[in-house]
């Protein structure tokens, strides 16, 4: 079986373990039990209020956000699930920013909890650019579950690079 490439910084025995479940085909059905409800948010402009929900809820004081978009260009085996930009236009005498938050596609047909997860990231890079201790704790501020979350989207990754549906 190829490397898992979406757990490769994680310990030999818990690859090992994942592999099993995939050698067992209990892989899907386990994140179909755990993660079973889809989102209801479809549209660019429905992405765009439920990340806005987000910011309001826990980021008040944040810079404000210009776009909120699905983009299907994103590539996700470059590991780019979601990215978050500042574009910096020229309006006379002024330099006026603009935030914008893209989405990969992939996560208009996921479980709930993954979209979530990949917009509390998002969010929680417009105060913190690196990965460090103060962006994860802003991240598990904002869910609590951030980190189990994160491993099992990489889990679901895996599952679906293996061919298989939802």
Known sequence: MDALKYLAGYPADLQARVRALIAQERLGPMLADKYGQLHTVRSDGQLYDYVQALKERHMRRSVPLGKVA??????????????????????????????????????????????KMIVVHELAHLKEADHNKAFYQLCTHMEPDYHQLEFDLRLYLTHLEMGAGR
């Open 70 to 115: 699905y983009d299907s260009t994103l590539q996700v085996m470059k590991h780019a699930l979601g990215t978050h930009t500042a574009i910096s236009r020229v309006h006379g005498s002024r330099l006026k920013a603009s935030r914008e938050i893209r989405i990969a596609t992939v996560f208009r047909d996921a479980p709930a909890e993954f979209l």
